[in-house]
């Protein structure tokens, strides 16, 4: 059980959050060397994780069935 954060109505027990996303920002991740480690032909091996510029989520608010399905852009609940 949570609130929703949106009207503050307590949720029923085992009721789905849905996650809604409310700001971003651009962020840029840098390049890191050796960052993914896999197996391949036996052995390990390490590529470079290349970074770039991407969105960062700034703010979500978590809402109750009771807002979730008129609110803009929502997404798909996830798992809490
Ligand atoms: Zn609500």
Redo the contacts with the bound molecule.
């Keep these: 059980m949570f609130k ?1 954060e ?2 503050g ?1 307590q949720t029923r027990p085992l009721e789905k959050a849905h996650f809604v996303t409310v700001a971003t920002q651009v962020h840029t991740f840098p390049r890191r060397r050796d960052a993914n480690t896999f197996k391949r032909g036996g052995g390990v091996e390490h590529t470079d994780d290349r970074g770039g510029t991407g969105e960062q989520i700034v703010k979500e608010l978590r ?2 069935s ?2 979730a399905l008129g609110a803009p852009a929502a997404q798909k609940p996830k798992s809490s």
Excluded: T
Aim: with cysteine; charged share 25%.
């Design positions: 929703c949106k009207c109505r809402l109750g009771c807002c």
